[in-house]
């Protein structure tokens, strides 16, 4: 099992909207960055854990967790002409775009914020905290999977 980062502006399609799904299921369609895509075609699989972060948000925030239920398959939005990710050089015999499809497992509540995450020292070489990066598909290390989840455990004893 590998871990993940998903990027989405909250705006645009948020981790409530996920939960709103029938099977609380979607593709992960529209990523339009080449690394990304290398990501999504060749190393995200089934069964992986995600981390569903709002960008573009304030603040922005992991918002939850999800899985993926279905590994790279070539993004139906790069044919659809009626779709803002529609790519007319992207040839449905030699796909350019993939996608997976993930589901929601739950709601990181409250959700764990860009600052509070950069004050975790186990997260320091953490892609999301390097300066620069602002990929919308990124691999999270066990340790930082684990680290993140530690600290939602300890805020949610808190509150008891």
């Known amino acids: 099992m590998a871990y993940w980062l998903f990027k989405s502006e909250p705006s645009v399609y948020s981790f409530g909207d996920l939960m709103a799904?029938?099977?609380r299921t979607t593709g992960w369609d529209g990523v339009r960055n080449y690394q990304a895509r290398n990501y999504l075609r060749d190393d995200v699989q089934v069964g992986d854990r995600v981390f569903f972060y709002h960008s573009n948000a304030d603040p922005?925030?992991?918002?939850?967790i999800a899985e993926v239920v279905q590994a790279g398959l070539p993004d139906p939005?790069?044919?659809?002409?009626?779709?803002?990710?529609?790519?007319?050089?992207?040839?449905?015999?030699?796909?350019?775009?993939?996608?997976?499809?993930?589901?929601?497992?739950?709601?990181?509540?409250?959700?764990?914020?860009l600052k509070e995450?950069?004050?975790?020292?186990?997260?320091?070489?953490?892609?999301?905290?390097?300066?620069?990066?602002?990929?919308?598909?990124?691999?999270?290390?066990?340790?930082?999977w684990?680290?993140?989840?530690?600290?939602?455990?300890?805020?949610?004893?808190?509150k008891r």
């Not at 922005?60 to 939850?64: D, E």
């Not at 995450?117 to 290390?141: E, H």
């Not at 684990?146 to 808190?158: E, G």
Request: glycine residues 8%; proline residues 10%; aromatic residues 4%.
């Open 146 to 158: 684990n680290a993140i989840l530690a600290m939602d455990r300890s805020r949610k004893q808190a």
């Open 21 to 23: 799904e029938p099977d």
């Open 77 to 113: 939005t790069a044919f659809d002409l009626g779709s803002d990710h529609y790519d007319p050089k992207s040839d449905p015999d030699r796909p350019t775009w993939y996608q997976v499809a993930i589901r929601a497992v739950r709601a990181i509540e409250p959700p764990i914020g």
């Open 117 to 144: 995450l950069g004050g975790i020292p186990a997260l320091a070489g953490m892609a999301l905290l390097r300066k620069g990066n602002r990929l919308s598909i990124q691999p999270v290390t066990e340790a930082e």
């Open 60 to 64: 922005p925030c992991i918002a939850g």
